[in-house]
């Protein structure tokens, strides 16, 4: 009988990865400064904040004595327009499945905050298919800082350098690099792929069964 493959852990980002949130999270930015900013910001420099939770972008585009305001009406938009605007990357349900039935732990890592990752995850049915959610509120330093994949990694008990770390920023891959974690650049609705591939991650998938193809090929070859 071969001997058993070794832990392995598929670590995810959310926006961008699991689903495509990105069209309402800019909307859901423009909402809640529209009182306070002379103009909305575009789609690119709302991008451009990523990485801590939300109340630090907003930071960006509102005063401080306007964040608390601004804050409460991102999650008003946000959690009000989730049904209507967010769809789960097709498969992706599968994916996270046919990673727990070959023995691996699935965990998130996200830099949305707290409230908004699992706002959506339950949303979309996923919060109990996780077996860990590490938020930008749960970390002192975000992406591309490995603190969250190293926090991640001791949650779900598995060495980082047997993390495969799946996302649609550069920030996903250089995080995972830092870490020791195998990388996986995902395009399905990546807001710049060419940015992200610049990034030379170990693996590229443009479609989710070609994720579930990576990980069964992973998986084995850890049996090897």
């Given at each position: 009988?071969?001997d058993p493959?070794?832990?392995?852990?598929?670590l995810l980002?959310f926006d961008g990865?699991?689903?495509?949130?990105?069209?309402?999270?800019?909307?859901?930015?423009?909402h809640?400064?529209?009182?306070f900013?002379?103009?909305?910001?575009t789609?690119?420099?709302v991008?451009?904040t990523f990485g801590?939770?939300?109340r630090?972008?907003?930071?960006a585009?509102?005063?401080?004595?306007c964040l608390?305001e601004?804050e409460?009406r991102?999650f008003?938009?946000?959690?009000?327009?989730?049904?209507?605007?967010v769809?789960l990357?097709?498969g992706?349900?599968?994916a996270?499945?046919?990673?727990?039935s070959?023995?691996?732990k699935v965990?998130v890592f996200?830099?949305k905050?707290?409230r908004?990752?699992?706002?959506?995850?339950?949303?979309?049915?996923?919060l109990?298919?996780?077996d860990c959610?590490v938020s930008?509120?749960?970390v002192?330093r975000?992406?591309p800082?490995?603190?969250?994949?190293?926090r991640?990694?001791?949650?779900?008990g598995?060495?980082?350098?047997?993390?495969?770390m799946a996302?649609?920023s550069?920030?996903?891959?250089?995080?995972g690099?830092s870490a020791?974690?195998?990388?996986?650049a995902?395009?399905?609705?990546a807001?710049q792929?060419?940015?992200l591939?610049?990034?030379?991650p170990?693996?590229?998938?443009?479609?989710v069964?070609?994720?579930v193809?990576l990980?069964?090929?992973?998986?084995?070859?850890?049996?090897g």
């Open positions: 009988m071969p493959s070794p832990a392995r852990a598929l980002d990865t699991i689903a495509d949130t990105l069209p309402l999270i800019f909307d859901a930015f423009r809640a400064v529209s009182p900013a002379d103009r909305l910001p789609d690119a420099e991008e451009a801590p939770a939300e630090e972008c907003l930071s585009f509102a005063p401080e004595h608390d601004a409460a991102f008003d938009h946000y959690e009000r327009e989730h049904e209507r605007m769809r990357a097709d992706m349900a599968g996270i499945e046919h990673a727990r070959l023995g691996w965990g996200t830099g905050g707290r908004a990752a699992l706002f959506s995850l339950e949303a979309l049915g996923l109990d298919r996780v959610v930008g509120d749960d002192e975000p992406k800082d490995p603190d969250g994949l190293h991640a990694a001791r949650l779900m598995v060495d980082p350098g047997l993390v495969l996302g649609d550069p920030a996903d891959i250089r995080a690099r020791g974690a195998r990388t996986c995902v395009t399905w609705a807001f792929p060419d940015r591939l610049a990034e030379a170990d693996h590229c998938c443009s479609r069964d070609e994720l193809a990980i069964d090929s992973l998986h084995h070859e850890g049996r």
